[in-house]
């Protein structure tokens, strides 16, 4: 079976852009969970969707949404980028609790 | 919130010698605590979870101990090879019933052949 998947791999933006970043779950898994790793430190919680419903929010200012769709993949949208949102964005898939099988990231660099 | 502390932040063992990293958690209502690894360029990888039901869980060269009363948990690696080098990840679940991992600041090991 294929694991999570997380489309773009890397992506180059300017300060006040806009940016959607795209993950797709394990199969038959419901629940998707975004975190932000800035270099050199653990990842941190953004959001969790669980049957296309909000379950979980961190501490991240409303710039930073997302949703999830019927077939369970999601997007994440970060609104007015800042230099300080490049980051590796990471999409993690589980049958529902936390956690579960993260996918490769996408890099965003804001410039 | 729930803080995560993980340490040491670096460490280097020679090949075949054991590992340990040690993290300690603050909300006692935790009850998941998962162990990721992280290779250079990849996500983190889950190799190790254990619950607050259980005292210790093993999975071949790799265990996992958690004491409840003291708040903290330990990852140990047996006969370490140099494929196991990478950044060791901590994390809980921030509370019984809580949707999100907090994460501890990673270990990174160096096994050196």
Same mark, same amino acid.
């Given at each position: 079976?294929?694991?999570?998947?997380?489309?773009?791999?890397h992506?180059?933006?300017?300060?006040?852009?806009? /940016?959607?970043?795209r993950?797709?779950? +394990?199969? $038959?898994h419901?629940?998707?969970?975004?975190?932000?790793?800035?270099?050199?430190?653990g990842?941190?919680? +953004?959001?969790?969707?669980?049957?296309?419903?909000?379950?979980?929010? $961190?501490?991240?200012?409303?710039?930073?949404s997302a949703?999830?769709?019927?077939?369970?993949?999601?997007?994440?949208?970060?609104?007015?980028l800042?230099?300080?949102?490049?980051?590796?964005?990471?999409?993690?898939?589980?049958?529902?609790?936390?956690?579960?099988?993260f996918g490769p990231?996408?890099?965003?660099? @804001?410039? | 919130?729930?803080?995560?502390?993980?340490h040491?932040?670096?460490?280097? /063992?020679q090949?075949g010698d054991?590992?340990?990293?040690?993290?300690?958690?603050?909300?006692?209502?935790?009850?998941?605590?998962?162990?990721?690894?992280?290779?250079?360029?990849?996500?983190?990888?889950?190799?190790?979870?254990?619950?607050?039901?259980?005292?210790?869980?093993?999975?071949?060269?790799?265990?996992v101990?958690?004491?409840k009363?003291?708040?903290?948990?330990?990852?140990?690696?047996?006969?370490?090879?140099?494929?196991?080098?990478? @950044?060791?990840?901590?994390?809980?679940?921030?509370?019984? $019933?809580?949707?999100?991992?907090?994460?501890?600041?990673?270990?990174?090991?160096?096994?050196?052949?």
């Amino acid at each position: 079976d294929a694991g999570v998947t997380q489309s773009p791999t890397h992506l180059i933006k300017t300060r006040g852009q806009h /940016v959607t970043l795209r993950c797709s779950p +394990i199969s $038959g898994h419901k629940s998707v969970s975004w975190y932000q790793q800035v270099l050199g430190q653990g990842p941190q919680f +953004i959001f969790q969707y669980y049957e296309k419903e909000e379950r979980g929010r $961190g501490n991240f200012p409303d710039r930073f949404s997302a949703r999830q769709f019927p077939n369970y993949s999601s997007e994440l949208n970060v609104n007015a980028l800042l230099l300080g949102d490049s980051a590796l964005y990471l999409c993690a898939s589980s049958l529902q609790g936390a956690g579960g099988n993260f996918g490769p990231g996408t890099r965003l660099t @804001v410039l | 919130g729930e803080n995560v502390e993980q340490h040491p932040s670096t460490l280097s /063992v020679q090949e075949g010698d054991s590992a340990v990293i040690k993290c300690t958690y603050s909300d006692s209502a935790s009850n998941y605590f998962p162990w990721y690894k992280q290779e250079l360029g990849k996500g983190p990888q889950l190799i190790i979870d254990i619950r607050s039901n259980v005292g210790e869980k093993k999975d071949q060269r790799i265990a996992v101990t958690l004491n409840k009363t003291a708040k903290h948990f330990s990852l140990h690696i047996t006969e370490t090879q140099p494929e196991d080098s990478a @950044v060791y990840f901590c994390a809980s679940n921030s509370g019984a $019933g809580s949707y999100q991992l907090t994460f501890g600041k990673g270990t990174k090991l160096s096994v050196i052949p």
